[in-house]
């Protein structure tokens, strides 16, 4: 069974920092494209950042110079988030898109609250 674990959320006060971990049970995970994705309350899930299997980064404006998205090409995604901000208080889901298949699997979602 495919499995998109996300872990490391909490509460943190403006200006800390967090390092969201995605595990994924994926067959071949070295072919797939990750992503991390965001979903505030009342808002529509946006795209965070993504790694291709090359290891090329894509990083939403919003984010940029804070958020930082790395793999190990194992089954690990992770997304570092520094001096992080009230408005990136939102559910983060990793998802992971198959480059053979053309499959797309989603974790749970990990809470991060950013408040003082």
């Known amino acids: 069974q495919v499995q998109l674990v996300e872990s490391g959320g909490g509460l943190v006060q403006p200006g800390g920092s967090l390092r969201l971990s995605c595990a994924a049970s994926?067959?071949?995970?070295?072919?797939?494209?990750m992503a991390w994705y965001r979903q505030a309350p009342g808002k529509e899930r946006e795209l965070v950042a993504t790694i291709s299997p090359s290891g090329s980064t894509n990083t939403a404006d919003s984010v940029k110079g804070r958020f930082t998205i790395s793999r190990d090409n194992v089954k690990n995604t992770y997304l570092q988030m520094n001096s992080l901000k009230p408005e990136d208080t939102a559910v983060y889901y990793c998802?992971?898109?198959?480059?053979?298949?053309?499959?797309?699997?989603w974790g749970q979602g990990t809470q991060v609250t950013v408040s003082s």
């Open positions: 994926l067959s071949l995970f070295s072919s797939y494209t």
């Open positions: 998802k992971g898109d198959s480059l053979i298949t053309g499959k797309v699997y």
